[in-house]
């Protein structure tokens, strides 16, 4: 069974300044997908970022990237130069025929 | 492109009612899925279909069922709510269903309140 784990339930972050927040995960798959997603409060929810377990490269999408450890199976994200627009809940999430989601992240970020 | 539509946004019942609710997917896309949203157990695979056919299932009893039309519409129904029901209910659309990195692109959520 898949299961994810962000041991972070609430962050805080200045504005302009660099915050990660933390995802481990379990699987005996190989080749998967781990995605960030974000929800900003009463909206929808959209992806932040995807990785794809068989590529060795960190993903990375404008201020937005990922450290990916395979073997330590884990998947955190770090989101730089923060904004103010980046207050949400973040949910780290595997596929695998669904996306199986952590409990999520809330982040503030103070001006 | 219109984005994926959930339809009712809010919704009252009582317990041992039942409660139909719809989701629209963005042009397209064939695949509908559907995600439960607690405080307590997060977000939680409710099930998907894929051209009518209900193709993967998560563990909920039996009274959440689901269906997809013709047109990709789907509707997820709830009969003989408890309060535990109470809930953020997503759904998500692809188009193969969100296999291989695809993406899943998700609706704004009925939120179910039962009392």
């Known amino acids: 069974a898949q299961t994810v784990t962000q041991s972070q339930p609430e962050m805080s972050v200045q504005e302009a300044e660099t915050v990660t927040l933390s995802c481990t995960y379990d699987t005996s798959e190989n080749n998967y997908y781990l995605f960030w997603y974000k929800q900003p409060p009463s909206r929808q929810m959209i992806l932040v970022i995807r990785q794809e377990a068989y590529k060795q490269q960190n993903a990375t999408e404008n201020r937005f990237s990922v450290n990916f450890q395979k073997a330590a199976k884990s998947f955190s994200l770090k989101i730089s130069d923060s904004q103010l627009g980046d207050t949400a809940m973040y949910f780290c999430?595997?596929?695998?025929?669904?996306?199986?989601f952590g409990t999520g992240t809330r982040l503030t970020v103070i001006p | 492109k219109a984005g994926v539509t959930q339809t009712p946004r809010y919704l009252i019942k009582t317990r041992g009612q039942q409660v139909t609710l719809s989701c629209s997917p963005i042009?397209?896309?064939?695949?509908v899925s559907w995600y439960q949203q607690t405080p307590g157990q997060g977000l939680q695979f409710l099930f998907e279909?894929?051209?009518?056919?209900?193709?993967n299932k998560g563990n909920f009893p039996g009274r959440f069922s689901g269906r997809q039309f013709s047109n990709s519409r789907s509707e997820m129904n709830v009969s003989t709510l408890e309060l535990g029901d109470s809930a953020l209910y997503l759904c998500?659309?692809?188009?193969?269903?969100?296999?291989?990195?695809?993406?899943?692109?998700f609706g704004p959520g009925t939120r179910l309140l039962v009392l």
């Open positions: 999430a595997f596929e695998a025929n669904n996306l199986f």
């Open positions: 279909y894929f051209s009518e056919t209900q193709r």
């Open positions: 042009s397209g896309h064939r695949s």
């Open positions: 998500a659309s692809s188009l193969a269903g969100g296999r291989h990195g695809e993406t899943q692109y």
